[in-house]
């Protein structure tokens, strides 16, 4: 019966466990000294090994034979809990099993001594979705646990669970795997399942990954069905992404504004079944790698990609601004959101794509500023230069002196036609106080209807 890659290739000692020495050397040396805690908490990312260290340390703790602090893997124990065989070894799925009852079932359990190792053993995946009432159900056990009692936590999301929790445990934090570490282990594998896979298949499959190895095998299983040899086209293909070179020219039509052309890749793309979230994911990871190189000198640590795309990155990048870069990654991300809370997928990617070939939609202050900042640098660079005639006539129309109007006849005529006012009219328009003599006193409780009667 065939087993999948991930399963087939799980690590049997802490030896095996790829990237996480930091956890496997400390477990390790536990193991060996004796000093072994009474819960343990493993958080990290998905694919990082969480529950593989855990079943590893089950068997450690119990094995007879250890070698150097790992299991030895041919003793009873090791044979037993590998197969399922012993009972002693629990592992529970708390996403399914989050009630209070189930938390009680187990406290009762743990009363009674293991039956056919040194200590039982429980292993709670996904201990974040155990719910309120359960988390208190357990506390008690987890602070004080009989001797012969062993609890491995693991979560995805640490954040959720509460802080008499997080206090009882001893917590190891699972990072990434590195893209390296990641093909190192899928050539290994390859070449264990005589699979010929190129380094740049190998390469694009972990950086697909995106630190998770069981990840990355499951899709050299998704690959290896397609043919026994795997190229970067092959793993494309297999993860429904675009390839490097449609990726590279759909950046080149955002830096030169070609809208036709960016909707033309995005239609080719969606024919041959690209999956438009991955593809905008992908889009993102490039803008972020030439957000890094226009602010890091040395950019090379900081992205992830074969060596022969770093001067990709370096061209694509000098074209624009970083806070052209900035803006073109809020669009995507945007996009991204949109398609994750059910928006069509490509119609999601052609509307973040017009919006990025298209700057002058933007109409707000950041856009303006950012537009202006896009054709300094092209000014700079030399991408478009005013023509000469252009410069000519753009002076000559600034020097020629500006002449005044001079008033036409019929304006002549109507001012030498107008008269004075007479001295009646204009003490009319002359305010009372003002014609009254200087001895005259106000009267008082009088209109001005009256006053003027009176002047």
Known sequence: MYQALYRKYRPQTFSDVVGQEHVTETLRNAVK????????????????????????????????????????GK?????????????????????????????????????????????RVYIIDEVHMLSVGAFNA????????????????????VHKLPSTILSRCQRFDFKRIS???????????????????????????????????????????????YGTEITEKV??????????????ELVDAVISHDSPRALTIIDELYNNSCD???????????????????????????VICPDSEIEIIRRQAKSLTLESVLSCMDRIGDAIV??????????????????????????????????????????KNGVFKPSPESRESDFAANASPVKQSEPNE???????????????????????????PNNAEPKVNETSQDKNREI
Request: glycine share 4%; net charge negative; with cysteine.
């Open 75 to 119: 003793c009873a124990a090791c044979r037993g809990i590998d197969d399922g065989s012993i009972l002693d070894v629990i592992e529970i799925d708390a996403a399914s099993n989050n009630g209070v009852d189930n938390i009680r079932d187990l406290r009762e359990e743990a009363n009674y001594t293991p039956s056919a190792v040194k200590y």
């Open 179 to 225: 893209p390296e570490d990641i093909a190192k282990r899928l050539s290994f594998v390859a070449d264990k399942e005589n699979i010929d896979l190129t380094p740049e298949a190998a390469m694009l499959i972990s950086r697909i990954a995106d630190g998770a190895l069981r990840d990355a095998l499951s899709l050299l299983d998704r690959c290896a069905s």
């Open 410 to 436: 019929a304006q002549t005529q109507q001012v030498k036609n107008e008269k004075p006012e007479s001295k009646e009219a204009v003490s009319d328009k002359t305010p009372a106080a003002y014609d009254e």
């Open 235 to 248: 793993a494309s293909d297999a993860a429904g992404i675009a390839g490097r070179e449609h990726l590279f």
């Open 33 to 72: 000294s004796g000093r072994l805690s009474h819960a343990y908490l493993f958080t990290g990312s998905r694919g990082t090994g969480k529950t593989s260290c855990a079943k590893i340390l089950a068997k450690a703790v119990n094995c007879e034979n250890p070698v150097d602090g790992n299991p030895c």
């Open 338 to 379: 949109a398609i994750k809370r059910g928006a069509d997928r490509r119609t999601s990617a052609e509307m973040a794509v017009i919006r990025l070939t298209s700057p002058k939609l933007d109409t707000d202050t950041a856009a303006v500023l950012r537009r202006i900042s896009d054709i300094e640098v092209k000014l």
């Open 138 to 157: 357990l506390l008690k056990t987890l602070e004080e646990p009989p001797e012969h009692v062993k609890f491995i936590l693991a979560t995805t999301e």
């Open 276 to 302: 438009m979230e991955r593809l905008l994911s992908e889009l993102l990871s490039h803008f972020r790698n030439m957000m890094v190189a226009l602010t890091v000198p040395n950019f090379r640590e900081l």
